[in-house]
C-alpha cells in the first residue's frame, strides 16, 4: 500500500504570500494519479489540480501544480482571503484512492 | 450543470443499518464512475467505495469491506451506499461524488451527509 504524507500540517501565511504545499508518496508514482483538492469549513471538497498539474475549470491561474516520482506541489501565488482553507492530495492506484492527512492554510 | 443530490443521513443506533442516496443529474450518470467518501468530526477524508458506470468494477477499502455496499439504479440516476452494523466510529458525514474523464479524481461531489451513530 503506496502511503501519502502531507506537510506541513498547518500553514500560517498573510495575504499576498506564497503557499506551498507538499505531498510526497511511499513509491513513484503516475504524476496522472495525483490530484489537489480544498476544502471550506461546511463545505464538499472541491477539485482544484488533476494530473498532478492541470487546473480544474474555474480554478484561478493563480494556483499550480507540480511534481513527479514521488513529490508532489501544490503552489498558491498571492494568497487570497478565499484561498484560506485545508487542501488534500490525493492519489489513485491498484483501484484504490487515498487522501493525504491534509494542510491547513490559515491566516 | 453537474449536481448530486445526496439524502438518507441520520442517527442511527449501534449496530443498525443505514442506506444514503445520491441523485445526480447534468451528466451521463451511465458512463460516469461515482465514489462515497467521508469525512469524520474534525477528521481527514477518507475514500470508502468506487462502482464503475455500467454497476461493475467496485472496489472498497479495507475499512469499507465486508459491511458497506455500493450500487447504482442506473435507470434513476441514483448511487447508492448500503451501510450495516454500523460502529460509532462510523460516525461522519458521508460523500458521493463523481469520477473526472481525464484523470482518476473526483470533479464533482455531492453536499455531504451526516450519520450519526449513538445509543
Known amino acids: 500500500e503506496i502511503v501519502v504524507t502531507q506537510s506541513p500540517g498547518t500553514l500560517s501565511l498573510s495575504p499576498g504570500e506564497r503557499a506551498t504545499l507538499s505531498c510526497k508518496t511511499s513509491?513513484?508514482?503516475?504524476?496522472?494519479?495525483i490530484a489537489w483538492y480544498q476544502q471550506k469549513p461546511g463545505q464538499a471538497p472541491r477539485l482544484v489540480i488533476s494530473?498532478?498539474?492541470s487546473r480544474d475549470s474555474g480554478i484561478p491561474d493563480r494556483f499550480s501544480g507540480s511534481g513527479s516520482g514521488t513529490e508532489f506541489t501544490l503552489t498558491i501565488n498571492r494568497l487570497e482571503s478565499e484561498d484560506f482553507a485545508i487542501y488534500y492530495c490525493q492519489l489513485y492506484g491498484s483501484s484504490l484512492w487515498t487522501f493525504g492527512q491534509g494542510t491547513k492554510v490559515e491566516i | 450543470e453537474v449536481q448530486l443530490l445526496q439524502s438518507g443521513g441520520r442517527l442511527v443506533q449501534p449496530g443498525g443499518s443505514l442506506r444514503l442516496s445520491c441523485t445526480a443529474s447534468g451528466f451521463t450518470f451511465s458512463s460516469s464512475g461515482m465514489h462515497w467518501v467521508r469525512q469524520a468530526p474534525g477528521k481527514g477524508l477518507q475514500w470508502l467505495a468506487s462502482?464503475?458506470?455500467?454497476?461493475?468494477?467496485?472496489y472498497y477499502a479495507d475499512s469499507a469491506k465486508g459491511r458497506f455496499t455500493i450500487s447504482r439504479d442506473n435507470s434513476k440516476n441514483v448511487l447508492y451506499l448500503e451501510m450495516n452494523n454500523l460502529t460509532p466510529e462510523d460516525t461522519a458525514i458521508y460523500y458521493c461524488?463523481?469520477?473526472?474523464?481525464?484523470?482518476?479524481?473526483?470533479?464533482?461531489w455531492g453536499q455531504g451527509n451526516l450519520v450519526t451513530v449513538s445509543s
Open positions: 462502482i464503475g458506470g455500467s454497476g461493475m468494477s467496485i
Open positions: 461524488a463523481k469520477r473526472a474523464i481525464k484523470y482518476a479524481c473526483f470533479d464533482s
Open positions: 513509491q513513484s508514482v503516475n504524476s496522472g494519479y
Open positions: 494530473g498532478a498539474s
